[in-house]
């Protein structure tokens, strides 16, 4: 692992409202960083991001370089060490607009030259969520789906920080996800070892 004063963690807010539970539960989290560790923050809502269109069998498959925002978000992405997805659980799964941002990965490894899949392995994913659901099995799928994303591009796998909490705020109340957080980026993240399933 890179040392701390070489690393730069990408935060990813993937809510769809400003300050909720799972920006408030990941904030919480990263203070707890060494202050010699790089923190950049992206709220996805605030992108204008294209719509992802799916060109692997149109033409010779390869996908234009992004512009704009999309050129912006790539650029944090490929310069971040650590890649935290913060996404309120959504239907089991990941929110809106972090599913988008996901597709534009499939472009991305689709731009010649920019070798992207190549670029991010090696670094480490983690995820941060809070679920409605006293049952933590619920958000069993996001655990998979963020792991296997891990796996598929050849990055290491921090883990899965979950918190307990509906209306804004909620989750402050839950003192078990607060000690998790305040220990969660100290773990060692593992290998990439274990099925991969590709994107798309």
Same mark, same amino acid.
């Given at each position: 692992?890179?040392?701390?004063?070489?690393?730069?963690?990408?935060?990813?807010l993937?809510?769809?409202?400003?300050?909720?539970?799972?920006?408030?539960?990941?904030r919480?989290?990263?203070?707890?960083?060494?202050?010699?560790?790089?923190?950049?923050?992206?709220?996805?809502?605030?992108?204008?991001?294209?719509?992802?269109?799916?060109?692997?069998?149109?033409?010779? #498959?390869?996908?234009?370089?992004?512009? !704009?925002? %999309?050129?912006?978000?790539?650029? /944090?992405?490929?310069? @971040?060490?650590?890649?935290?997805?913060?996404?309120?659980?959504?239907?089991?799964?990941?929110s809106?607009?972090?599913?988008?941002?996901?597709?534009?990965?499939?472009g991305?490894?689709?731009?010649?030259?920019?070798?992207?899949?190549?670029?991010?392995a090696g670094?480490?994913?983690w995820?941060?969520?809070?679920?409605a659901?006293?049952?933590?099995?619920?958000a069993?799928?996001?655990?998979?789906a963020?792991?296997?994303?891990a796996?598929?591009?050849?990055?290491?796998? #921090?883990?899965?920080?979950?918190?307990n !909490?509906s %209306?804004?705020?909620?989750?402050? /109340?839950?003192?078990? @996800?607060?000690?998790e957080?305040?220990?969660?980026f100290?773990?060692e993240?593992?290998g990439?070892?274990?099925?991969?399933?590709?994107?798309?």
């Amino acid at each position: 692992m890179a040392a701390e004063t070489e690393r730069t963690f990408l935060f990813v807010l993937g809510s769809t409202r400003p300050d909720g539970n799972t920006e408030q539960l990941t904030r919480r989290a990263a203070e707890r960083l060494p202050a010699g560790v790089r923190q950049e923050w992206t709220d996805l809502r605030q992108l204008a991001l294209p719509e992802f269109a799916d060109l692997r069998h149109t033409g010779d #498959g390869t996908h234009p370089a992004p512009e !704009g925002d %999309a050129k912006r978000l790539l650029d /944090a992405t490929l310069g @971040a060490t650590d890649v935290v997805i913060a996404t309120p659980l959504y239907w089991y799964s990941f929110s809106t607009p972090v599913k988008h941002y996901l597709d534009h990965w499939t472009g991305w490894m689709r731009v010649p030259g920019l070798d992207f899949k190549e670029r991010m392995a090696g670094k480490t994913l983690w995820g941060v969520s809070v679920l409605a659901e006293e049952d933590r099995s619920v958000a069993d799928p996001l655990h998979a789906a963020l792991r296997h994303t891990a796996s598929y591009m050849e990055m290491r796998w #921090g883990g899965l920080l979950l918190g307990n !909490g509906s %209306a804004p705020g909620q989750v402050l /109340a839950d003192a078990s @996800a607060l000690a998790e957080a305040a220990e969660f980026f100290a773990r060692e993240p593992v290998g990439t070892a274990g099925a991969a399933v590709a994107a798309g």
